[in-house]
Nanobody
Framework: VQLQASGGGLVQAGGSLRLSCVAS????????MGWFRQAPGKQRELVAA???????NYADSVKGRFTISRDNAKNTMYLQMNSLKPEDTAVYYC????????????WGKGTQVTVSS
């Protein structure tokens, strides 16, 4: 499975961005998808995740500001980010755990999100 993320950029605090992640290849081997982020000097952390039937979960730090969604017909996942804060600055990665091989994850190349104060 190949994951291609896009939509990052530079935005002022309070602004919005929408990230997209397109999956291609062996789509049958994935179910849930998610967004992670990694800020300089910090560990990669889960931001939000969504199952194929639309169940979602969010990190406490983004609840009420970020919305994860997916269009299964387009094999695309989205992350709508509103009310952005400087602490949201990070490289954002899309992720999809394999449902065929335990412990295997597919990762896309990251997209940089920078929020200026």
């Amino acid at each position: 499975v190949q994951l291609q993320a896009s939509g990052g950029g530079l935005v002022q605090a309070g602004g919005s961005l929408r990230l997209s992640c397109v999956a291609s290849g062996s789509i049958f081997s994935i179910n849930a998808m998610g967004w992670f982020r990694q800020a300089p000097g910090k560990q990669r952390e889960l931001v939000a995740a969504i199952t194929s039937d639309g169940s979602t979960n969010y990190a406490d730090s983004v609840k009420g500001r970020f919305t994860i969604s997916r269009d299964n017909a387009k094999n695309t996942m989205y992350l709508q980010m509103n009310s952005l804060k400087p602490e949201d600055t990070a490289v954002y990665y899309c992720n999809a755990p394999s449902k065929l091989v335990y412990g295997m994850d597919f990762w896309g190349k990251g997209t940089q999100v920078t929020v200026s104060s």
